[in-house]
């Protein structure tokens, strides 16, 4: 087994298997044996690489879900809040990225996880709270897992949806809960699928299929633009926690962006004014307001939380462009997924079975994990409130108070500097997390209760 896995180190890796092998690490897999191939120079990614991986992770199925929240805000809210909040992130983000690095380099771990960041900083922090680096590793943990759980739960209504918009024109009209559980066998055989490199294939029909089919909605999104006097500027503040999640969920990819400096010849050329974190960025925060802005702008009051189903009916392109994403969302799903596998699988129940158990018990894992998002996303078919959760609830907590937690801890013993201007960030960070996180999940919980009510015998 140990001459297989040298075997298996020595070979130089592809380079989408570098970057899924460095993504994983920085979820906390074992999988660093595989990243740390990365570092090398001549293994590792260009500058051009780790942008375009930049903009990848930013463009997926929430931006389809923009100009509904902006809808949720008002264009001029949205616009103001998408690029304030982008940006707000964006520097959390640089700051987490900074005290890892720092990290890595004191306790000689290079490829140091998101967990294990949390654990050491904590503990650098006031006595007191020592006790709590474990429990807030666990915390990481649970986010991560519930973060791509809720991904998955997000692609299986997409997927169903997108089913029951071409099947009510062509085949029957049949419940979109119907089309859930009928993909559920598909994405089992997807899901059962243990390699990561496995995998990379359908991670590249996917990417090519999500750039095809935001070509053809742009086709439709700047034709006959309606009257713009009709948009409103402001929404009721009440709706603001739905468009708070929307854009978390969007922008927000910590695990893939912490993995980037690690994978690239030169790693300082991530960070910067002009590196290439930045650079990928403001693009993607661009793209991503300006789409919300001129898909609200072209549907106004009846924008749909997809954008897709706003597209003209009749029309073959969009018909096409469903079809498209739903295939796009398919092949994404086991790469989600697998990450809420390894770290429930190699993390905490593999030590703890007999080897003659694995390979059965790892399947019923998965298995289980595909049911549970079925039957999750059959109790709440919303595409739209399941996305402002999964912002809300997990990526508030992993993309600013948790960096604000480690930037105060790691600070505790040097200085804060002039007028305690760093510890007044890092507050900022956990108060703006706290309560867009809270009010996001509270206000989403509540609105899925109100439409789909649990019966109660």
Known sequence: MRNTRRRRLDQKLPFHQRLLGGVQNSFGSPLANEARLSSKKDNGM?????????????????????????????????????????FFVLYAMHILLHHINNLGVQHNMPMI????????????????????????GYLVDILLCAYHFGVDCVYVVFIAKSLKHLGDMYLWVWDERLYMALIASPLILTFLIRNLKSLVPFSIISNILLLTGYCVILNYLFRDLPEFEHLHAIQPLRNFPIFFGTVLFSIESVGVILSLGRSMRKPESLMGTCGVLNQGMIVVISFYAVFGFFGYWRYGENTSNSILQNMPQNDILPKLATGIFALAIFFSYALQGYVTVDIIWRNYLEPELEDRYLRTVECLLRIALVIASVLVAIQYPDFGLLLSLVGSFCLAQLGLILPGIVDICLRYEEDYGPGKIFLIRSMLFICMGLAGGVA????TLQTLYARYPVVRG
């Not at 996880?113 to 807030?136: N, Q, W």
Request: charged share 15%.
């Open 46 to 86: 260009s500058d051009l690489e780790a942008f375009i991986n930049v903009l990848k992770c930013g463009f997926g199925t929430g931006c389809l879900a923009m100009p509904y929240a902006f809808l949720n805000s008002g264009w001029l809210v949205g616009l103001i809040c998408t690029f304030a909040l982008g």
């Open 440 to 443: 996001g999940t509270v206000v």
């Open 113 to 136: 996880s998101y967990r294990k960041a949390v654990e050491l900083s904590i503990r650098k922090g006031p006595s007191i709270f020592h006790f709590l680096s474990k429990p807030f």
